[in-house]
């Protein structure tokens, strides 16, 4: 299985702040690398797809680069509704496998 | 409109089997490439993927999980249900059903279920 590893485990923010998460994945997975966002009680929600990728609908605040093994996730000037737990996923082979999660707290 | 909801048992006692089913609506399995899985996160704790089926009958297992897991789909009803087997106190978690989005060999979740919990206990 590919281990992915999120880091920090957590960070505290403000409302306007940049916040910059990253994902590093135990072999590489090329542009294979999705984002997910989730908020209490509910299920996640697919922020970027393929690294880079914005899904529909989601703010352009929100951004996701990378390749290969390092892959990073920046949320500029973030906003009360950001608040949440942050998922990384390699998708490029089975099985599926999942970060630990990044939790977007308010400062 | 897309929609995944999931149904089954809350609560189920150490070694038994658990079945959940999810139905589907607004797309099908008729449909080249389409699939549905399982994912469940334990309480306060990250996602793990369980399985998934595709339109072909392809079936795919979480390999630590394998040999618990059967997934199954019903394509005139729109329907998946997974089994897992000799149920244990770990495995108490949320379980979702979800429709994976493939593209170029790589696969995220774009439709979630809005998810079930499921307490194994005596």
């Known amino acids: 299985d590919i281990q992915m590893t999120q880091s920090p485990s957590s960070v505290s923010a403000s409302v306007g702040d940049r916040v910059t998460i990253t994902c590093r994945a135990s072999?590489?997975?090329?542009?294979?690398l999705g984002w997910y966002q989730q908020k209490p009680g509910k299920a996640p929600k697919l922020l970027i797809y393929?690294?880079?990728n914005l899904q529909s609908g989601v703010p352009s605040r929100f951004s996701g680069s990378g390749s290969g093994t390092d892959f990073t996730l920046t949320i500029s000037n973030l906003q009360p509704e950001d608040f949440a737990i942050y998922y990384c996923?390699?998708?490029?082979?089975?099985?599926?496998?999942f970060g630990g999660g990044t939790k977007v707290e308010i400062k | 409109q897309i929609t995944l909801k999931e149904s089954g048992p809350t609560l189920v006692k150490p070694t038994q089997t658990l079945t959940l089913t999810c139905i589907f609506s607004?797309?099908?399995?008729?449909?080249?490439?389409?699939?549905v899985g399982w994912i469940r996160q334990p309480p306060g704790k990250a996602l793990e993927w369980l399985a998934l089926v595709y339109w072909d009958d392809d079936k795919r297992y979480s390999p630590s999980l394998k040999s618990r897991l059967t997934i199954a789909k019903d394509t005139s009803k729109n329907q998946v249900v997974l089994t897992m087997t000799n149920m244990d106190p770990v495995d108490t978690a949320t379980y979702y059903c979800?429709?994976?989005?493939?593209?170029?060999?790589?696969?995220?979740?774009?439709?979630w279920g809005q998810g079930t919990l499921v307490t194994v206990s005596s």
């Open positions: 607004g797309f099908s399995f008729n449909i080249n490439g389409m699939g």
């Open positions: 979800a429709r994976p989005y493939c593209r170029s060999g790589s696969c995220y979740v774009d439709y």
């Open positions: 393929a690294a880079s």
């Open positions: 996923q390699q998708a490029k082979s089975f099985p599926l496998t």
């Open positions: 072999q590489g997975v090329s542009s294979g």
